[in-house]
């Protein structure tokens, strides 16, 4: 029993369209290999202690991204060594770390990249050690407390005080920092001491009030900067403290290190923007030792600069994010890599797709017509009395098969000039019985 003429037709768009459908899914499949997943909305962020500068900092880059849909809990840590162990640990639920300057580098940490440098973290040394002191050799000899275990300020005074050849051997190196360190120093129980603190720091004004104490001016700063390329030497003017105490009392020329935003190599692109975004936002106001916009930027002399991010200092945020919120933009964004490649080939698929189903239709209508043609040159050649009954059921089965093409309505004039023909055909059939 013949199909359907709908079933027909359905079966022949089936035949036609099939492929197509398989070589969009094909393309659909290629694309999204290259489509990475939506972007986290939960970070995690390992900073220092809780009364420090970097806690203070991700705090308002916690109020940034919350903007943005971001969720961004903070780790307090013992300091910048700490926070590296932690980005660098696999098992590590950490996405981005604090880091002061000269603490690793590349080499050392391969998993890591950088949003660039952010802020300068001044290096304050001060000491009560009577007569001149002009440099970091002067130190030796003395009790000088380098900060705790894990610390950025520890690595920071290892390296300096190394650099002058002062070291435990000759001198006494004491694990205190902060509070301790200052406990320490106004008690007598250390003659010098190291801190990585912002000036406006209630230690470093308590520091600056004491008379017993004074601040290590170094006369070899630039060369220290030069040697250490995470450092830049600043000059903290007499009175910039408080003018009205004029503290300090002259100028005083410190070295700064350069601190920077990491982030596992692995973190999602698109949190490039937001997150260079907070940076600008909180870091952009200059201060004490840095001028309006001169943080942050998309340098780092230590570690690898996340392209995206750097893209993003140089050319400014995606076009989408420029007016829509992060999320709808990130979703255009990653849609567009699996829409451009899936149109490449669905566009001519279109144009394509009904030319194969008309040339279908034509080659049965043809074949059909050659059919009709073979069987009216055998009823008019006179080499033999043709067998009638034969050719009646050849007829029949061109008309049969004829009926049962599925032609679509632009094309149904000419399936009536080949049934016309037909029925021309079967009447001089029916002349010669």
Known sequence: ????????QARELLLIGGPAILVVLAAFWFAYQFVKPAPPSNLVITTGSQSGGYYAFAKQYREELAKNG?????????????????????????????MQGGIADGKEAPDVMSYGRIFLEPLWIFHRIPGPVSDLEDLKGKRIAIGPEGSGTRKLALDLLKAVSVDGSNSTLLPLGSTAAQS????????????????????VQQLLTNEALKILSLRRAEAYTRRFPFLSRVVLPEGAIDLARNLPRTDVVMVAAQAALLAR????????????DALKTVHSHGGMFQRVAEFPRAFDPEYPMS????????????????????????????????????ATILIPLVKIGPMIYEWRIRSRLLYWYGQLKGLERRLGSGAAPPNIGELRGEIERIEEAVSTIPVPLHYSDRQYELRAAIDLVRQRLHSRV
């Not at 961004?72 to 981005?96: F, M, T, Y």
């Not at 320490?184 to 230690?203: I, K, N, Q, Y």
């Not at 190599?265 to 260079?276: G, I, K, M, R």
Request: glycine share 2%; hydrophobic share 50%.
């Open 1 to 8: 029993m013949p199909l359907p003429h709908s079933r027909l």
């Open 70 to 98: 971001i969720k961004l809990e903070i780790l307090p840590s013992k300091g910048s060594v700490e926070n590296l162990e932690r980005i660098e640990q696999a098992s590590s639920n950490v996405d981005l770390a604090l």
């Open 184 to 203: 320490a120093l106004e008690s007598g129980e250390a003659d010098a001491a190291f801190f990585t603190l912002a000036p406006e720091s209630p230690l």
């Open 265 to 276: 190599n692995t973190l999602h692109p698109a949190l490039a923007w937001p997150l260079v």
């Open 307 to 342: 392209e995206d991010a750097e893209r993003i200092y140089t050319n400014g945020p995606p076009f989408f994010q420029r007016f829509l919120p992060f999320w709808l933009a990130s979703l255009i964004e990653r849609m567009i890599i699996m829409i451009v490649p899936i």
